[in-house]
């Protein structure tokens, strides 16, 4: 059974004077443990698709079953729940909590899980650890580089061990080799971890480290396939 | 929900804006201290009106010329001339009020005293010899007048403390002529100082009723009969029968009729205190306003906060925060803040009242007491965070309600 499984989605905004239709029908099924990136250029609902996706917004029509079960049949507070528990996001802008130091930061989704806290500060340390940030542990967002927040955000994504990431232009605000950084964990992390990676991203040099690519245009997908020459991004990188 | 990690991130919210949560709670804090100190010193007045009126006893019954003042245009009313020697000389008999110890008729008045070249304003109380009892006022040096000055209209007076210092200076006044409507009265003892209260003795001079009747305000009539009874049981049944001689004595049959009243020192009490009750309860209630105008304020800022921090609810939204916990945390933010503003408020009415019982006490002879105002603060309080929680609300539903996407675009 697929975790997720997406048949005929549609999505309208009927906001403003001419309704736009960000997803014209997009199928397709993601495995557990697959590394997808999710490619096009602005505008080709990418991000429209996402977000459905990680149950931050809900489709016109069409159906959404993640883990087994229609997203439908959830309730607002049942979606919640799934957000905090299996979901993780990390997004282009970072959304570090400012004044707040990277410990907090990495907490942050602990304080909604039912986590008993007397495990809280393991798993925070865990996950700042695994993204190799302990050295900043107790430094505020506005002390760290581009390189370093993106990995902090890993790190509150990964506290609450979820099922899956959601990387929304993850490596969009960084430099070319603090965005190799972030790829490699995000490869590590599918690798090691067998969890599933969804990746948004207009540029295929980044897409190419997933193992599969959907190619979307102007709402709907042009192409679906399997990266065939694969790199470890630590290997280009040490190209 | 983990209320610690909620108050937690309230309090860092808060302190990272500090001098914008001082502000929006300065209202807050002015409008808490004004009731607290409004009620302190609401209760410090019951107190001392207590005092005043206990320390005449609870055994006397006052009774007063004119009818029971119902309103303020009625104080007129209490300038009548009713009461008369004929109705002491009937109280006085045992058949009539037996419960009776006795009576005393009262007459009052004010006018300037003289000796030498010094004059001072005075009152004057001309009573008989129990009004030492009555009142404590007995003289600290010198004798006090005697019943038998009373029957031969002696020209004898006992003067306060304040009077002596402003005529006599450090001359000893015992046995001087003090000099009232060009008569002079032989002084024959001095009361101790007192301080202001219900009577301000230590401006005043005693003398027998009926030498103030007599050579100083040429009038038959009292200004009040006090009947002290054998105990305070007998109060009750001691008013009837004082009321009933006084209307056989005036014929009178219709009790609404009365030309005089009876007052007890219960009546007085509760009288004063439902007076000082509605003041302080009024201005309370101004300052109350100031916490409603302070409340907007807050919302105001709950609102902007809500704005400024679109984003922060966006992410705490994806990572897994409920609407409800969103308002949650909002509405803990607003109680915090005025919970904060109202124990700083206290703190502020209490030191206020505290100040003002010093200066009092330091510059005046009234003895006035701090009394810490339990009912103020806990009002104050609980109206500080019942502002928040009112005000709190449509902020902390705004910041809920956020689409979490919207929230994330937000720059």
């Given at each position: 059974m697929p975790l997720i499984e997406v048949k005929n989605l549609k999505k309208k905004y009927a906001e403003g004077e001419f309704p736009t239709v960000a997803l014209h029908g997009v199928s397709f099924d993601i495995n557990n443990g697959e590394f997808v990136a999710i490619m096009g250029p602005s505008g080709s609902g990418k991000s429209t698709l996402l977000h459905i996706l990680g149950f931050l917004d809900s489709q016109t029509s069409g159906t959404y079953h993640f883990d087994g079960k229609k997203m439908q049949d959830y309730d607002d507070e049942e979606l919640a729940r799934i957000r905090n528990k299996k979901m993780g996001f990390v997004f282009q802008a970072f959304n570090l909590l400012p004044r707040t130091s990277v410990y907090e930061n990495v907490l942050l989704p602990l304080v909604y899980s039912d986590i008993p806290e007397e495990n809280w500060d393991e798993l925070v340390k865990q996950a700042i650890l695994s993204v190799g940030l302990e050295s900043r542990m107790h430094h505020e967002p506005s002390e760290l580089s581009g390189g370093e927040k993106q990995r902090a955000a890993i790190a509150r994504a990964l506290v609450t061990d979820p099922q899956i990431i959601f990387a929304d232009e993850p490596t969009g605000n960084l430099d070319s080799k603090s965005g190799q950084a972030v790829m490699e964990i995000l490869q590590e992390l599918n690798e090691r971890d067998n969890r599933t990676i969804v990746l948004i991203t207009h540029e295929t040099y980044t897409a190419e480290n997933a193992e599969r690519i959907i190619h979307m245009l102007d709402g709907e997908i042009e192409r679906d396939h399997p990266v065939t020459n694969r790199k470890s991004a630590k290997a280009r990188y040490e190209k | 929900m983990h209320w610690k990690h909620v108050i937690k991130t309230s309090l860092t919210s808060l302190r990272i804006n500090r001098s914008r949560s001082l502000l929006t709670i300065a209202g807050m804090i002015i409008g808490v201290a004004s009731i607290t100190l409004i009620m302190s010193l609401g209760e410090g007045a019951q107190a001392f009106i207590l005092g005043q009126v206990q320390g005449i006893g609870s055994r006397t019954i006052a009774v007063l010329p004119g009818?029971?003042?119902?309103?303020?245009?009625?104080?007129?009313?209490?300038?009548?001339?009713?009461?008369?020697q004929k109705d002491v000389e009937a109280l006085q008999k045992k058949e009539n009020?037996?419960?009776?110890?006795l009576v005393m008729p009262i007459v009052l008045g004010a006018d300037t005293a003289s000796y030498g070249n010094e004059t001072y304003n005075i009152t004057l109380f001309g009573a008989t010899e129990a009004i030492q009892k009555i009142l404590d006022v007995y003289p600290s040096s010198g004798n006090f007048y005697t019943d038998d000055d009373v029957r031969q209209y002696g020209s004898v007076i006992v003067i306060g403390n304040k009077v002596k210092e402003k005529l006599?200076?450090?001359?000893?006044?015992?046995g001087k002529k003090l000099r009232i409507k060009g008569k002079n009265f032989r002084i024959i003892g001095v009361l101790p100082?007192?301080?202001?209260?219900?009577?301000?003795?230590?401006?005043a001079a005693l003398l027998p009723y009926t030498t103030a009747q007599q050579y100083i305000f040429g009038t038959k009539f009292f200004n009040r009969v006090v009947v002290q009874v054998?105990?305070?049981?007998e109060i009750t049944s001691a008013i009837v029968n004082i009321e009933n001689t006084l209307r056989d004595s005036h014929g009178i049959?219709?009790?609404?009729?009365?030309d005089f009243f009876v007052e007890t020192p219960a009546d007085v009490i509760s009288r004063l205190g439902v007076v000082t009750s509605a003041l302080t309860l009024l201005l309370a209630s101004l300052a109350a306003i100031s916490l409603v105008v302070g409340g907007i304020g807050i919302m105001n800022i709950m609102l902007v906060s809500v704005t400024e921090r679109t984003r922060e609810i966006g992410l705490r939204k994806a990572i897994g925060a409920t609407e409800k916990e969103i308002m949650i945390q909002f509405l803990i933010e607003a109680i915090l803040l005025t919970f904060i503003g109202g124990m700083l408020g206290v703190l502020l009415g209490v030191s206020l009242s505290l100040l003002s019982a010093f200066l009092v006490n330091h510059f005046s002879t009234v003895a006035w007491s701090f009394i810490f105002p339990i009912r103020g603060a806990l009002l104050g309080i609980g109206v500080s965070v019942s502002i928040g929680l009112i005000f709190g609300i449509y902020p902390a539903k705004q910041a809920a309600k956020k689409n979490p996407i919207e929230a994330l675009r937000f720059e």
């Open positions: - | 009818r029971q003042p119902t309103s303020p245009a009625d104080t007129a009313q209490l300038f009548s001339d009713s009461l008369k009020v037996p419960e009776g110890e006599f200076a450090d001359e000893d006044p015992i100082k007192k301080g202001s209260g219900l009577f301000d003795f230590d401006g054998h105990s305070e049981d049959t219709d009790p609404s009729k009365d």
